[in-house]
């Protein structure tokens, strides 16, 4: 099959790695045009890359038809620059938050419905390795039932994120993964936030989510951490497991004898720890490649658009619930 012709829109932070990393998938894709309205970033993509440069998202589209778009523009601007692809006949790639409230991701997804195209959300973590080990562990049944999650994203602001808050930014990232792992949804969340630095958004927030068929989570993102930290522990009947998103290490601590009384667990106590071992992948290539292929066979989207505006009513509710300081339901997801 001949390579699908692709552009990226935004060439900052993040579009400069789909930039690269697209430009080394020649036998799957061929980058023909990048967009930014940033001189500088736009000549160096281009140059990197041998893709066409234009400073407007809408002339690239009109000029050049991309059969693929990755989306990597501030958050705030991707629902109208994703419509736009989509309409312009693309299938999208849109990085995560698929956009910055839930009600813009659904009518993008009944627009990418409407128009037969593949809208996908960059909800990058699902494609690192360890985590990806850990849902094939936690499918298994190995751990037994999961009772709760904690996730901690934490370390310095990035300056160059203004236009949305750590819910939005970070948090979005660990409520994909942990509805990806437990296959479950969220029913209610509360969560306290606040601003330490100077921007419009919160920069420290601390959540918990009660999903529909029991486990517990606890979220911390905040921008105020001089030391960077994204992990993940899951506590199981059978042990916990701990995942360090950055190194890509996924550990489990059995649990040794939880000696049954009437069919109840009655005590833990510490057993063996395993390091299982897993080879290092980028999860951006794994992501792309995974879009790739499924725009190449027809779908459907590795991580789909549905997904992208659940992270989004659930990041809605939290900021809901800190705002108001009250607990929030949220009502049943709708149907895929
Ligand atoms: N998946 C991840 O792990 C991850 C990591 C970082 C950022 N992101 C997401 O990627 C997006 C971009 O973040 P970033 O850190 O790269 O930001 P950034 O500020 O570094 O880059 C954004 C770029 O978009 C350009 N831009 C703005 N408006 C545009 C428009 N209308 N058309 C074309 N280009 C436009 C800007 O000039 C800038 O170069 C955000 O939504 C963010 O949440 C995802």
């Known amino acids: 099959m001949a390579p699908l012709r692709a552009a990226v829109i935004g060439l900052g932070s993040m579009g400069a790695n789909h930039v690269r990393v697209l430009a080394d998938m020649p036998e799957l894709v061929e980058l023909a045009a990048v967009a930014d309205?940033?001189?500088?970033?736009?000549?160096?993509?281009?140059?990197?890359?041998?893709?066409?440069?234009?400073?407007d998202a809408a002339e690239l589209l009109e000029a050049v038809r991309p059969e693929i778009v990755t989306i990597c523009t501030p958050t705030r601007t991707h629902a109208a620059i994703a419509e736009l692809a989509l309409r312009s006949g693309a299938h999208v790639l849109v990085e995560k938050p698929i956009a910055a409230s839930a009600e813009d991701a659904e009518r993008l997804a009944a627009l990418a419905a409407a128009e037969g195209r593949l809208l996908a959300v960059g909800?990058?973590?699902?494609?690192?390795?360890?985590?990806?080990?850990?849902?094939?562990?936690?499918?298994?049944?190995?751990?037994?039932?999961?009772?709760?999650?904690?996730?901690?994203?934490?370390?310095?602001?990035?300056?160059?994120?203004?236009?949305?808050?750590?819910?939005?930014d970070l948090a979005t990232h660990d409520i994909?993964?942990?509805?990806?792992?437990?296959?479950?949804?969220?029913?209610?969340?509360?969560?306290?936030?606040?601003?330490?630095?100077?921007t419009e958004h919160d920069d420290l927030f601390v959540g918990v989510l009660h999903f529909r068929r029991g486990p517990i989570a606890l979220l911390e993102a905040n921008w105020l951490t001089p030391a960077k930290e994204r992990s993940l522990r899951v506590l199981c009947e059978?042990?916990?497991?701990?995942?360090?998103?950055?190194?890509?290490?996924?550990?489990?601590?059995?649990?040794?004898?939880?000696?049954?009384?009437?069919?109840?667990?009655?005590?833990?106590?510490?057993?063996?720890?395993?390091?299982?071992?897993?080879?290092?992948r980028e999860p951006l290539r794994a992501e792309l490649e995974a879009f790739v292929g499924a725009v190449a066979e027809g779908g459907p989207p590795p991580v789909s658009a549905a997904d992208g505006v659940e992270a989004l009513r659930i990041a809605d509710a939290l900021a809901r619930s800190a705002a108001v300081g009250q607990p929030v339901t949220l009502a049943a997801a709708p149907a895929p």
């Open 123 to 168: 909800h990058i973590e699902r494609f690192n390795p360890a985590v990806a080990e850990l849902a094939r562990r936690l499918g298994s049944g190995e751990g037994g039932r999961i009772l709760q999650v904690h996730a901690r994203r934490v370390g310095p602001f990035p300056h160059r994120i203004r236009d949305v808050g750590v819910i939005h």
């Open 37 to 55: 309205p940033d001189e500088a970033r736009l000549r160096q993509a281009a140059r990197r890359s041998g893709a066409l440069p234009y400073r």
């Open 238 to 280: 059978r042990g916990m497991y701990t995942v360090d998103y950055l190194a890509q290490t996924l550990t489990f601590y059995e649990n040794h004898a939880a000696v049954a009384r009437e069919g109840q667990p009655a005590s833990v106590t510490e057993g063996p720890m395993t390091r299982y071992p897993i080879p290092y």
């Open 176 to 198: 994909d993964v942990l509805r990806f792992l437990l296959g479950d949804d969220v029913e209610r969340v509360y969560a306290e936030a606040q601003r330490h630095i100077a």
